[in-house]
C-alpha cells in the first residue's frame, strides 16, 4: 500500500487537477491525503442562490469581517473529499493539521485572489505569507504523515494564480527541509492530450448542449495554459477512465465552483473542459527546484510510468 499527498491551493483544485490520480489510487487501497492550503474565499460564486456569498468584483474584505464563503467551500470539501473516500483531508493551520504536525503554532491564510486584486494585500493573504515560515510547517507535517508520493503544480501554478504558485514554493521549500524525503511531481498536460481533448470537445458538445448548459467551447486556436508543454516533457501519466465518475461525484460536490454535465465541466467562465481520464505528471527535484526530466526518463506516451508502479 502507497502512501501519497496532495498539496493544493483552494477546495476544488484538488479534484479538477488530480481528481484521477486520488481515485485511481483509492481503488487501488492506497492511502490518499489532501493539503489545502486556503478556503477559496475570492472564489466566484455560480449559483445564483449562493450569490450573496460573493464579494462584487474589485472590492476588499475588511480584515475584522468574517468570510462567508469560507465555510461553504470548507464544507463542499468535506462533502467532496468523503464521496472521493480519501484517507484524510486538511486546511494549512486548522486543528487537524496542527495536531499532525505537532505546530500549534501553524497559522491559517486566505486566498489572495488573482493578480492585483485588492484581497492580495489582506494580512493573511497566502500571497504574503512567509515562505519558509510556511514551509516549516509544512516540512513538519510532510515528515508525520511519510508519504511516498507528493503532487503539487508546476513552477506557474498551472495557470499563473498567485496561490497556485506559492504553493508549489511552499510544497517545493518544504521538502527540500523535510527529513521524509518523498518524491515530489508537478501536474503538467502533454500538448497531445490538449489538441485531443479540444478536438473532442467541438465533436462532443452540440449545440444543444452548448444551449442547455450555457458552456462555451473553447477556438481551436486559443492559447493553452502554460501547465500545458511539450509531450516529451511530462515523464509519468495516469489513465483510468473509470476514476471520472468518482471525479465527477467529488466535482459536484463543489458546487460554488464548478458545473458539471456528462464528462464536461466548466468554472465560472463557462468555458467548457473535458473529464478525460488522464493526468500527467514531471518529477521535480525539490532540492535543486528542477524538474527532472532528460533523455534517460524520457518515455513514449503509452510507455509513461504511473507515480508508484
Same mark, same amino acid.
Request: charge should be negative; include cysteine.
Given at each position: 500500500?502507497?502512501?501519497?499527498?496532495?498539496?493544493?491551493?483552494?477546495?476544488?483544485?484538488?479534484?479538477?487537477?488530480?481528481?484521477?490520480?486520488? $481515485?485511481?489510487?483509492?481503488?487501488?487501497?492506497?492511502?490518499?491525503?489532501?493539503?489545502?492550503? +486556503?478556503?477559496?474565499? @475570492?472564489? @466566484?460564486?455560480?449559483?445564483?442562490?449562493?450569490?450573496?456569498?460573493?464579494?462584487?468584483?474589485? =472590492?476588499? %474584505?475588511?480584515?475584522?469581517?468574517? /468570510? @462567508?464563503? $469560507?465555510?461553504?467551500? %470548507?464544507?463542499?470539501?468535506? !462533502?467532496?473529499?468523503? *464521496?472521493?473516500?480519501?484517507? =484524510?483531508?486538511?486546511?494549512?493551520?486548522? /486543528?487537524?493539521?496542527?495536531?499532525?504536525?505537532? %505546530?500549534?503554532?501553524?497559522? &491559517?491564510?486566505?486566498? =489572495?485572489?488573482?493578480?492585483? +486584486?485588492?484581497?492580495?494585500?489582506?494580512? %493573511?493573504?497566502?500571497?504574503?505569507? /512567509?515562505?519558509? *515560515?510556511?514551509?516549516? /510547517?509544512?516540512?513538519?507535517?510532510?515528515?508525520?504523515?511519510?508519504?511516498?508520493?507528493?503532487? +503539487?503544480?508546476?513552477?506557474?501554478?498551472?495557470?499563473?494564480?498567485?496561490?497556485?504558485?506559492? &504553493?508549489? #514554493?511552499?510544497?517545493?521549500?518544504?521538502?527540500?527541509?523535510?527529513?521524509?524525503?518523498?518524491?515530489?511531481?508537478?501536474?503538467? &498536460?502533454?500538448?497531445?492530450?490538449?489538441? @485531443?481533448?479540444?478536438?473532442?470537445?467541438?465533436?462532443?458538445?452540440?449545440? #444543444?448542449?452548448?444551449?442547455?448548459?450555457?458552456?462555451?467551447?473553447?477556438?481551436?486556436?486559443?492559447?493553452?495554459?502554460? =501547465?500545458?508543454v511539450p509531450d516529451d516533457e511530462v515523464t509519468h501519466a495516469v489513465v483510468d477512465d473509470a476514476a471520472v465518475s468518482l471525479q465527477i461525484k467529488a466535482l459536484r460536490?463543489?458546487?460554488?465552483?464548478?458545473?458539471?454535465?456528462?464528462?464536461?465541466?466548466?468554472?465560472?467562465?463557462?468555458?467548457?473542459? !473535458?473529464?478525460?481520464?488522464?493526468?500527467?505528471? &514531471?518529477?521535480?527535484?525539490?532540492?535543486?527546484? !528542477?524538474?527532472i526530466v532528460g533523455a534517460e526518463n524520457a518515455t513514449p506516451s503509452a510507455t509513461r510510468p504511473e507515480l508508484i508502479a
Amino acid at each position: 500500500m502507497a502512501r501519497l499527498l496532495f498539496a493544493h491551493a483552494h477546495p476544488d483544485d484538488e479534484s479538477l487537477w488530480t481528481g484521477v490520480t486520488m $481515485a485511481h489510487h483509492v481503488a487501488r487501497g492506497d492511502e490518499v491525503h489532501v493539503l489545502t492550503c +486556503t478556503l477559496g474565499e @475570492e472564489g @466566484e460564486v455560480i449559483p445564483d442562490d449562493l450569490k450573496h456569498l460573493e464579494l462584487p468584483a474589485g =472590492s476588499a %474584505r475588511p480584515d475584522d469581517v468574517a /468570510d @462567508e464563503l $469560507a465555510p461553504v467551500r %470548507r464544507e463542499e470539501l468535506r !462533502r467532496a473529499m468523503t *464521496a472521493m473516500g480519501v484517507t =484524510s483531508s486538511v486546511v494549512l493551520g486548522d /486543528d487537524a493539521f496542527r495536531a499532525l504536525a505537532n %505546530r500549534p503554532e501553524a497559522r &491559517t491564510y486566505r486566498d =489572495s485572489g488573482m493578480a492585483g +486584486t485588492p484581497s492580495a494585500s489582506h494580512p %493573511r493573504a497566502f500571497t504574503g505569507a /512567509d515562505i519558509e *515560515a510556511v514551509a516549516a /510547517d509544512v516540512a513538519a507535517y510532510v515528515d508525520a504523515l511519510a508519504p511516498d508520493v507528493v503532487v +503539487t503544480y508546476d513552477e506557474q501554478g498551472g495557470y499563473g494564480h498567485p496561490d497556485h504558485i506559492r &504553493t508549489h #514554493e511552499v510544497t517545493v521549500a518544504a521538502l527540500a527541509a523535510s527529513t521524509a524525503r518523498p518524491r515530489l511531481f508537478i501536474t503538467l &498536460t502533454p500538448q497531445s492530450w490538449a489538441q @485531443e481533448d479540444r478536438a473532442w470537445l467541438h465533436a462532443m458538445c452540440s449545440p #444543444e448542449f452548448l444551449h442547455e448548459t450555457g458552456f462555451v467551447v473553447p477556438e481551436r486556436g486559443d492559447a493553452y495554459p502554460p =501547465s500545458v508543454v511539450p509531450d516529451d516533457e511530462v515523464t509519468h501519466a495516469v489513465v483510468d477512465d473509470a476514476a471520472v465518475s468518482l471525479q465527477i461525484k467529488a466535482l459536484r460536490e463543489h458546487r460554488t465552483q464548478v458545473s458539471v454535465a456528462d464528462e464536461v465541466y466548466a468554472l465560472s467562465n463557462d468555458v467548457a473542459a !473535458r473529464l478525460s481520464g488522464r493526468e500527467g505528471f &514531471t518529477e521535480y527535484d525539490a532540492r535543486a527546484r !528542477r524538474r527532472i526530466v532528460g533523455a534517460e526518463n524520457a518515455t513514449p506516451s503509452a510507455t509513461r510510468p504511473e507515480l508508484i508502479a
